[in-house]
């Protein structure tokens, strides 16, 4: 299990093949299991794939604070140091794709490409508060499917929703129906700054959005509830693709991830300029193509 102390943070980290490197980031209470499951056995075959628990995830270590995606930028950028990692291609799914987004604003010349899955953005988190979310009456339908009910006055409480989300089984991919590891996450929620971090904006304001102008992917389901945050960053930034995952809610991973894999590597291995002729089911962002889904 190898770690190594970054940031003042031991973390844990996978790094397996070779070629150009590949840095892969996951999800808010997720861990690096998410991308071994499908997509790292196909990736490491052309590169070099790191992945790693973000601080306080998985077999990382736990520190009180610090889960803002500034801090969280820092941690990636002292492990690609530690790792001798001069310039990557980013991968990040939902908080790690804010991450990833806001590691390429800061440091522009060390993201060869970037590909963002389903980022929700701290700057857009007011359009999450809204009791007509669709993400909570999404939230509450999974888990009464578990057989949970949940109080009327609590089905817009993203604390409530959590805590009873961690008495479920798990609801994506090759585990589902089996029942989560409670305490490590429990200890997350309730010992750190985590959710009040989740909020910080920092320097990834809406208008810094539109100066990452490095090459980006980007992809979300098409039935996400991360739509309106999709609608906003897709016109904002100047130099990326967007893929629409048929039938995707918000774990592109765990429910497709023979369609994302394919698409993350028709990226990847692409040269020269971007955008000049659009793949099926791939829409330059600022094209007068209309929205098309990605196909099987």
Avoid at 27 to 32: C, I, Q, R, T
Avoid at 43 to 70: F, M
Avoid at 150 to 172: A, G, I, N
């Amino acid at each position: 299990m190898p770690k190594i102390k970054v940031n003042g943070v031991n973390i844990h980290y996978i790094t397996v093949g070779s070629g150009p490197d590949v840095a892969m980031l996951h999800g808010f209470l997720g861990n690096l299991a998410l991308w071994h499951l499908y997509m790292v056995p196909l990736l490491r075959k052309e590169y070099r794939v790191t992945t790693y628990d973000l601080r306080g995830h998985g077999y990382s270590e736990v520190p009180p604070t610090g889960y803002t995606a500034a801090d969280m930028a820092e941690d990636l950028r002292c492990l690609l140091d530690a790792l001798g990692i001069q310039r990557a291609h980013l991968l990040g799914h939902s908080y790690g794709a804010d991450v990833s987004m806001y590691f390429t604003l800061l440091h522009p010349e060390r993201v060869e490409k970037l590909i963002a899955m389903e980022p929700g953005l701290a700057a857009l988190v007011h359009q999450r508060k809204h009791k007509d979310w669709i993400g909570w009456s999404a939230w509450v339908e999974k888990l009464e499917e578990a057989g949970l009910h949940v109080p009327e006055d609590k089905r817009s409480d993203p604390d409530y929703l959590l805590q009873l989300s961690l008495e479920t089984p798990k609801f994506y991919g090759p585990t589902r129906g089996l029942p989560r590891n409670r305490a490590p996450l429990l200890k997350l929620l309730k010992t750190t700054t985590l959710m009040q971090d989740y909020e910080f904006v920092g320097e990834l304001t809406l208008d810094a959005v539109r100066r990452i102008r490095t090459r980006t992917l980007l992809i979300y389901g098409h039935q996400s509830h991360f739509l309106n945050s999709y609608d906003y960053i897709h016109k904002a930034l100047p130099n990326c693709e967007t893929v629409l995952l048929p039938g995707g809610e918000h774990f592109g991973p765990l429910e497709q991830p023979e369609l994302l894999t394919e698409n993350v590597l028709r990226f990847l291995r692409e040269s020269g300029e971007p955008n000049a002729v659009p793949d099926a089911g791939v829409v330059s962002c600022g094209s007068p193509v209309s929205e098309q889904v990605c196909d099987d």
